[in-house]
């Protein structure tokens, strides 16, 4: 091929191609990027009871809970220590939002250790930090009223006596007593060693011998290890990292489905995701496990803001999905208006200044500069729901009106929609293919006309759902029932291939696609709604596995390039190579992203209408094209140092290689 850096029919790459897609799915909230450590903290429900066997490729986790209707109290992944009596009371709510409380009976006759653990999601991993507890309690006529009492608080194994860190507070039996006040206390851990592994727990306990008789009530427990930038009520330090270091510069949320509710009352509700803890209900989440909304708006703003990554927001746009297999169900028309109301006060509370009224809101919750947002989606793939074409435009038009600089995506575009809508030039389309690999190696081109195919209507592509979600079947149907020996669990090196020619499709088309992000992202090995997703985790930090389609997005995304290339066929086609070119500002440095997907070595000749003094590149591969990453071989599929390019002589124009078979490569240019 030849590559020109001379003449001209060169693009602005789109500089926030890669983006990361989170919704609560397989647990990736609630017990995985939100930060507490401890389940079902406010006994609000959890869904995450024993059962699935984290370490087999393919098992799906069945919970013994309904896994439709899992709201309610539940005493799950809590434990009684010593001689206690554990039980949910309504008696003391601590607020109108968390109503239920842990009762913790201890006998007249109780000696020793006594009080309560929580097992964590799944464990709680244990490692040097501090450790940020709190929690409220009550103290219903004590025996002792009036006098001052330990309680201890610990990591502890549990498996065995070990005791990791702990530290103890002197609390007031009974002061609120007339009042039935909770009083909320906070303490810090600071641990200096790593547990061997995350099965641990959280303790809370007391001496019986200053405790016996006596009944406390307990809400709202919560244990934060450091979090990412150390935000209080943060992002899990690790699963943070992962999502910027893949290079992620938009974020989509908080749906997909999980925004919709699976009925209207059960949507994602932006107001209830806001402010304390204390008065944050909670909600059961579309995936089959109760969401306690500690991930809330605001915590996803933050996290935007503290890893340079552009805040995509997803509102409701009234339409909820209905479980039962059903069509959803949809505002009427003439009601309307509250959900554009709804997402005004939304909108305002994000981005308005302290003068409006949920701006100031927002400034008394400790954000009083306004967040940045450019990008708002309206609702999630609603090809699916007959409603869309008057639901849309009434919240297009009253967005756009009241925010002319918001771009504003729509969901509705899809190849099997059965009607079409139209968008006005400057907004988007949010698109999703969850496919087999030959749709993607095919869709290599599948951006290349499309302005032209959908009459140049300037409107743009956020492809805001994508993965190879199966192998090739003669029918190249998608089977979601994910049966064995059809469906991939963990992204392969075949599916990493099948997205990367899939991407170099969009970054060889930076005027349509501008935004893309694979789904679901992440997955809790504990509860598995959906595979595959792009990085595996336990409670475990040491567990978090990247697949081999996250290597290859971090690996496109690092080495972008201000302006795509004019290339050249001059010998041979596409298929099995696939490449891009770009340079960054200045000309300095020249990328060329090449994928094989065939199974031996392919020559590849770059003539560049300059010289270049030096070549360097990271490769992508496995012997087997079935081989991804796991528990057992995290980095099966790893991005590599490329050892056997050819050196180079001075004035050289032509770089001569054999691309590995089944290999996505990137090599830098430096041109002299
Ligand atoms: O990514 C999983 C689900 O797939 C999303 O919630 C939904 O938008 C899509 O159908």
Same mark, same amino acid.
């Given at each position: 091929?030849?590559?020109?850096?001379?003449?001209?029919?060169?693009? /602005?790459?789109?500089?926030? #191609?890669?983006?990361?897609?989170?919704?609560? =799915?397989?647990?990736?909230?609630?017990?995985? =990027?939100?930060?507490?450590?401890?389940?079902?903290?406010?006994?609000?429900?959890?869904?995450?009871?024993?059962?699935?066997?984290?370490?087999?490729?393919?098992?799906?986790?069945?919970?013994?809970?309904?896994?439709?209707?899992?709201?309610? $109290?539940?005493?799950?992944?809590?434990?009684?220590?010593?001689?206690?009596?554990?039980?949910?009371?309504? #008696? %003391?709510?601590?607020?109108?939002?968390?109503?239920?409380?842990?009762?913790?009976?201890?006998?007249?006759?109780?000696?020793?250790?006594? @009080?309560?653990?929580?097992?964590?999601?799944?464990?709680?991993?244990?490692? $040097?930090?501090?450790?940020?507890?709190?929690?409220?309690?009550?103290?219903?006529? $004590?025996?002792?009223?009036?006098?001052?009492?330990?309680?201890?608080?610990?990591?502890?194994?549990? *498996?065995?006596?070990?005791?990791?860190?702990?530290?103890?507070?002197?609390?007031?039996?009974?002061?609120?007593?007339?009042?039935?006040?909770?009083?909320?206390?906070?303490?810090?851990?600071?641990?200096?060693?790593?547990?061997?592994?995350?099965?641990?727990?959280?303790?809370?306990?007391?001496?019986?011998?200053?405790?016996?008789?006596?009944?406390?009530?307990?809400?709202?427990?919560?244990?934060?290890?450091?979090?990412?930038?150390?935000?209080?009520? @943060?992002?899990?330090?690790?699963?943070?990292?992962?999502?910027?270091?893949?290079?992620?510069?938009?974020?989509?949320?908080?749906?997909?489905?999980?925004?919709?509710?699976?009925?209207?009352?059960?949507?994602?509700?932006?107001?209830?995701?806001?402010?304390? *803890?204390?008065?944050?209900?909670?909600?059961? !989440?579309?995936?089959?496990?109760?969401?306690?909304?500690?991930? @809330?708006?605001?915590?996803?703003?933050?996290?935007?803001?503290?890893?340079?990554?552009?805040?995509?927001?997803?509102?409701?746009?009234?339409?909820?999905?209905?479980?039962?297999?059903?069509?959803?169900?949809?505002?009427?028309?003439?009601?309307?208006?509250?959900?554009?109301?709804?997402?005004?006060?939304?909108?305002?509370?994000?981005?308005?200044?302290?003068?409006?009224?949920?701006?100031?809101?927002?400034?008394?919750?400790?954000?009083?500069?306004?967040?940045?947002?450019?990008?708002?989606?309206? !609702?999630?793939?609603?090809?699916?729901?007959?409603?869309?074409?008057?639901?849309?435009?009434?919240?297009?038009?009253?967005?756009?009106?009241?925010?002319?600089?918001?771009?504003?995506?729509?969901?509705?575009?899809?190849?099997?929609?059965?009607?079409?809508?139209?968008?006005?030039?400057?907004?988007?389309?949010?698109?999703? %293919?969850?496919?087999?690999?030959?749709?993607?190696?095919?869709?290599?081109?599948?951006?290349?006309?499309?302005?032209?195919?959908?009459?140049?209507?300037?409107?743009?592509?956020?492809?805001?759902?994508?993965?190879?979600?199966?192998?090739?079947?003669?029918? @190249?149907?998608?089977?979601?029932?994910?049966?064995?020996?059809? %469906?991939?669990?963990? $992204?392969?090196?075949?599916?990493?291939?099948?997205? !990367?020619?899939?991407?170099?499709?969009?970054?060889?088309?930076?005027?349509?696609?501008?935004?893309?992000?694979?789904?679901?992202?992440?997955?809790? *090995?504990?509860?598995?709604?959906?595979?595959?997703?792009?990085?595996?985790?336990?409670?475990?930090?040491? /567990?978090?596995?990247?697949?081999?389609?996250?290597?290859?997005?971090?690996?496109?995304?690092?080495?972008?390039?201000?302006?795509?290339?004019?290339?050249?066929?001059?010998?041979?086609?596409?298929?099995?190579?696939?490449?891009?070119?770009?340079?960054?500002?200045?000309?300095?440095?020249?990328?060329?992203?090449?994928?094989?997907?065939?199974?031996?070595?392919?020559?590849?000749?770059?003539?560049?209408?300059?010289?270049?003094?030096?070549?360097?590149?990271?490769?992508?591969? %496995?012997?087997?094209?079935?081989?991804?990453?796991?528990?057992?071989?995290?980095?099966?599929?790893?991005?590599?140092?490329?050892?056997?390019?050819?050196?180079?002589?001075?004035?050289?124009?032509?770089?001569?290689?054999?691309?590995?078979?089944?290999?996505?490569?990137?090599?830098?240019? /430096?041109?002299?």
């Amino acid at each position: 091929v030849s590559v020109s850096l001379n003449a001209g029919g060169r693009n /602005q790459t789109a500089s926030l #191609l890669y983006g990361w897609m989170h919704e609560d =799915i397989s647990h990736s909230g609630d017990g995985g =990027i939100y930060g507490e450590a401890l389940v079902n903290r406010a006994f609000q429900g959890s869904g995450a009871t024993i059962g699935s066997v984290p370490g087999v490729p393919g098992s799906s986790v069945v919970s013994s809970e309904n896994p439709i209707l899992p709201w309610g $109290p539940v005493i799950t992944g809590w434990q009684g220590i010593g001689d206690v009596d554990l039980s949910l009371t309504l #008696l %003391h709510p601590l607020s109108d939002a968390l109503r239920v409380a842990l009762q913790v009976d201890i006998p007249f006759n109780a000696t020793g250790e006594v @009080g309560i653990l929580n097992e964590g999601w799944w464990g709680i991993d244990v490692r $040097p930090g501090t450790y940020n507890a709190s929690f409220y309690i009550l103290s219903d006529k $004590p025996r002792n009223n009036g006098t001052l009492s330990h309680i201890d608080l610990s990591l502890r194994s549990n *498996l065995t006596s070990d005791v990791w860190a702990t530290t103890s507070i002197l609390f007031s039996n009974g002061t609120n007593i007339s009042s039935f006040e909770w009083t909320q206390y906070e303490a810090q851990l600071d641990n200096t060693v790593k547990a061997p592994n995350s099965n641990n727990t959280f303790a809370i306990t007391f001496d019986a011998s200053e405790v016996a008789g006596n009944t406390y009530y307990f809400d709202l427990v919560s244990l934060f290890p450091e979090t990412f930038k150390d935000r209080p009520n @943060g992002i899990r330090r690790d699963l943070g990292q992962a999502i910027v270091d893949l290079g992620t510069k938009v974020l989509r949320f908080p749906g997909g489905n999980n925004i919709e509710g699976y009925s209207i009352e059960q949507r994602w509700k932006w107001n209830e995701t806001i402010g304390p *803890l204390r008065y944050r209900r909670g909600r059961v !989440g579309d995936w089959g496990y109760t969401n306690t909304n500690g991930l @809330g708006l605001m915590e996803y703003l933050q996290f935007c803001e503290d890893g340079g990554i552009e805040p995509v927001l997803a509102v409701y746009a009234g339409y909820s999905l209905d479980v039962w297999g059903q069509d959803g169900v949809s505002f009427p028309e003439d009601r309307m208006g509250d959900v554009l109301q709804d997402i005004l006060n939304e909108l305002e509370f994000v981005t308005g200044d302290i003068s409006t009224p949920y701006g100031a809101l927002r400034a008394s919750y400790g954000h009083p500069e306004p967040f940045s947002l450019n990008f708002v989606e309206i !609702g999630n793939e609603d090809w699916f729901s007959s409603t869309y074409p008057y639901r849309f435009p009434i919240l297009y038009n009253g967005i756009k009106q009241a925010y002319p600089n918001i771009t504003l995506i729509s969901t509705a575009y899809n190849e099997n929609a059965n009607y079409n809508i139209s968008i006005p030039a400057g907004g988007m389309w949010d698109t999703h %293919h969850y496919e087999e690999p030959t749709f993607f190696l095919e869709s290599f081109d599948y951006w290349d006309n499309w302005q032209e195919a959908t009459n140049n209507t300037g409107v743009t592509i956020f492809v805001g759902e994508y993965s190879v979600f199966q192998v090739d079947t003669p029918d @190249g149907v998608v089977n979601y029932s994910m049966p064995l020996g059809e %469906h991939i669990f963990f $992204p392969t090196l075949m599916a990493a291939i099948g997205e !990367g020619v899939y991407l170099l499709g969009a970054e060889r088309n930076p005027n349509v696609v501008k935004m893309s992000s694979y789904a679901p992202s992440l997955v809790n *090995l504990n509860w598995q709604n959906w595979t595959p997703d792009l990085v595996a985790f336990t409670a475990d930090y040491d /567990q978090t596995t990247l697949s081999a389609s996250y290597y290859m997005e971090q690996l496109f995304a690092s080495h972008r390039g201000a302006e795509t290339l004019p290339v050249t066929t001059i010998q041979g086609t596409f298929d099995p190579l696939w490449w891009v070119a770009t340079a960054e500002q200045g000309d300095g440095v020249v990328y060329f992203k090449v994928i094989n997907s065939g199974n031996s070595s392919v020559p590849l000749t770059v003539d560049f209408d300059r010289t270049f003094t030096a070549v360097n590149g990271t490769i992508l591969t %496995h012997p087997d094209l079935g081989a991804f990453n796991y528990l057992d071989n995290q980095t099966a599929v790893s991005p590599a140092p490329i050892m056997n390019l050819p050196a180079i002589a001075a004035g050289q124009t032509a770089f001569n290689w054999a691309v590995p078979p089944w290999s996505i490569n990137v090599l830098e240019f /430096q041109m002299g």
